[in-house]
Every structure is written in structure tokens, then in C-alpha cells.
């Protein structure tokens, strides 16, 4: 796993343990501070050991059932990678020179059975391809600024759900003893990384369009960086 996944995972631990930390603070009594005293040096320092090793598999954890949500939302048509249509997969099929029709490669999708999950999935499959294919071979800058968009866009997500996930051992433990300011505070940031969840995959999915439209437009080169030739 890259470096950089790999910080991309640790963010939604934090969330989640922060807001567990804060609602036991909010909620404790006398008695767990002097518990919390007792603790020696060693044992405190393996607790926060055991915490830190187990945020990367924990933050795994979250990602996964993030995206299975996600990917629930195929069964209705809408795909949380890409906002490309089957038109324009029609569009772009040529210029994929692909030996084999859009109803074959379908076809080839064996499983699910539903045709509309299936759609989805290539048109998931073709975003795919024409972004880091067709368009940004030559392109590192527009290919690093559509990765740290949409990287935004599943953290904020995975974020959102360690948030909710907190919510169920709060709820368990401390219920009604957690104070209305906290609940408050969690909505704000919820709403938040929300709104930042929607805004990088707007932006993200207008970019794919715009470079879609090049494609469409007969600029089916790649785009090139560097210096301007001047014209004799």
C-alpha cells in the first residue's frame, strides 16, 4: 500500500476516536479520573501503542464499508466514481479501439445480472480508461489535481462514516448523559466535511466532463506541457 493511501486511511481513525474521546469527556465522573491516574507510564503508553497500531486496519476497515455502501447505489443507475452516461461511452467507444462492441463488453459482465449495475460498472471502466489513458498521459499536473480532488472527496466520505460509527458506542454507553453541545458540534462537523465531500466531487466530475468534451471536440491528443514554440 502507497504512503500516501495509507495517510488517507488514518484520517477517519482520528475521527473516530476523537469523538469518543470528547463524549467521555463531556460524560465522565470523579472516579474514571482517578482511574485514569493509576494508569502507569507502561500501561498508558501501551494503550496508546495498541491505538495507534490498530488506526491503519481500522481505517481500512471504514474505507471498505464505505465503498460497499457506495456501491449499493449502482442497484438505481448512480455511480459515486464517475457521472459519465452511456452516451457518452458511445461517444468515446472508438477511440478506445476496442475490437468489440458495447453489448459484448456487457455481455462479458456475467455477474451482476441487472443490467443497469453492469452500465455502471463500465462506465466506471471507460472514465477510467480515457482519464489516464487518452487524456493525461502527458498531463501529470491535471492527472496529481483530479487524484488529490477526488482523494478529498473519500476522505471526507470515510470521515463522515468513522463519525457515524462513533455514534453507535456513544449511544450504547453514555446515551442521554452526553450534553446537547456535543450532538450540536457533531452535526456542524459532519455537515462540513459534507459539504467538502460534495464540493471535491463536483469539482472532480466537472473536470472529467470538460476533458470529455476535447475528446468529443476531435482533441483526442493528449495534453501537452512545456514551452511555447514560437511561430517564424
Not at 474514571?32 to 495507534?52: D, N, P, R, V
Request: hydrophobic share 50%.
Amino acid at each position: 500500500m502507497d504512503p500516501a493511501r495509507q495517510i488517507r486511511l488514518l484520517i477517519a481513525p482520528f475521527f473516530f476516536f476523537i469523538s469518543i474521546s470528547s463524549a467521555w469527556f463531556f460524560t465522565c465522573v470523579p472516579q474514571h479520573w482517578e482511574m485514569l491516574k493509576q494508569l502507569s507510564g507502561t500501561h498508558l503508553g501501551t494503550l496508546i501503542a495498541a491505538a495507534l497500531a490498530s488506526s491503519l486496519p481500522f481505517g481500512f476497515m471504514i474505507s471498505s464499508t464505505t465503498i460497499c455502501c457506495l456501491k449499493v447505489a449502482r442497484l438505481w443507475g448512480w455511480n459515486y466514481e464517475t457521472d459519465m452516461t452511456m452516451d457518452d461511452v458511445r461517444t468515446l467507444w472508438p477511440l478506445l479501439e476496442m475490437t468489440i462492441t458495447i453489448e459484448q463488453a456487457l455481455s462479458s459482465m456475467r455477474c451482476p445480472t441487472v443490467r443497469r449495475v453492469r452500465e455502471s460498472r463500465l462506465r466506471a471502466f471507460v472514465s477510467v480508461t480515457v482519464d489516464h489513458h487518452l487524456l493525461f498521459e502527458n498531463a501529470k499536473g491535471i492527472q496529481e489535481w483530479m487524484t488529490r480532488s477526488y482523494s478529498a472527496y473519500v476522505v471526507s466520505l470515510n470521515s463522515i462514516f468513522a463519525l457515524l460509527l462513533s455514534l453507535v458506542p456513544i449511544s450504547l454507553r453514555w446515551g442521554s448523559r452526553v450534553p446537547l453541545s456535543w450532538w450540536l458540534a457533531v452535526v456542524i462537523v459532519t455537515g462540513a466535511l459534507l459539504w467538502g465531500a460534495v464540493t471535491a466531487r463536483n469539482d472532480t466530475m466537472r473536470m472529467q466532463r470538460l476533458q470529455r468534451m476535447r475528446l468529443r471536440s476531435g482533441e483526442a491528443q493528449p495534453l501537452q506541457f512545456g514551452p511555447v514554440k514560437e511561430t517564424q
